[in-house]
């Protein structure tokens, strides 16, 4: 049972690079999140997603771009990589409904030098 | 707006001593708590939730009871073992605006032999 699978694991980029983490879930979730994690600071909402073909912003949404074309996947792009989105990424899923507990990826660790 | 707040760490404790975690929340009416455990390298998993007043959840010898009066969901276990190490995170998601949620900033836990 896979549950939610990120794609890569870990990358290193270069100022300006771009870079897309892919983010798959088998549980036909209708809600989709990606969060990044840094020392300190907890966990941040960058963008999230309610269904196939809707995306929104989060706290912390600059500098990054997402779709969701299809409802098991919801795809994180950085066009121009900068060293402050070095970070764990970490992709959630979760079902519609109250109380519906969020079900998490293992993260994907980015550096960017 | 809706926000989780949580004592700042880290914690260390030996083997079978008793752990409190507390954690308050700001939120209108009735929202869902949960914690949240991060073991080294790993994502976040659900260890506990309740999602009304006066429930407590457990899991792993592990409760945290829903107080509406005092506003908290304290992380509380009767004696940790050294394989309890690890991030805690209490979280919530609003009673009327369920796509989201709010994440405390964490608490380390290390317990020593």
């Known amino acids: 049972n896979a549950g939610v699978t990120q794609t890569p694991k870990f990358r290193v980029l270069k100022t300006g690079q771009s870079m897309t983490l892919l983010c798959a879930q088998d549980m036909n979730h209708e809600y989709m999140y990606w969060y990044r994690q840094d020392p300190g600071m907890g966990l941040r909402l960058i963008h999230y997603s309610v269904g196939e073909g809707t995306t929104a912003k989060g706290e912390v949404p600059d500098g990054y771009n997402v779709s969701r074309l299809k409802k098991q996947n919801f795809l994180l792009g950085l066009e121009s990589a900068a060293p402050s989105q070095t970070s764990v990424y970490f992709c959630?899923?979760?079902?519609?409904?109250?109380?519906?507990?969020?079900?998490f990826g293992e993260g994907s660790r980015l550096t960017v030098l | 707006g809706d926000s989780v707040t949580q004592m700042e760490g880290p914690v260390t404790l030996s083997e079978e001593a008793f752990l409190t975690i507390n954690c308050t929340y700001t939120a209108t009416g009735y929202p869902s708590l949960f914690w949240y455990v991060q073991y080294p390298g790993e994502g976040l998993q659900l260890l506990l939730k309740?999602?009304?007043?006066?429930d407590k959840g457990s899991n792993k010898g592990f409760e945290a009871t829903y107080r509406k009066e005092t506003t908290s969901f304290h992380l509380e276990k009767g004696s940790v073992q050294v394989s309890d190490s690890a991030v805690y995170f209490c979280?919530?998601?609003?009673?009327?605006?369920?796509?989201?949620?709010?994440f405390g900033t964490g608490t380390s836990l290390t317990v020593i032999p």
């Open positions: 979280a919530l998601t609003p009673e009327n605006t369920g796509n989201q949620f709010y």
């Open positions: 959630a899923s979760r079902q519609t409904g109250r109380g519906g507990e969020l079900f």
């Open positions: 309740a999602t009304k007043a006066d």
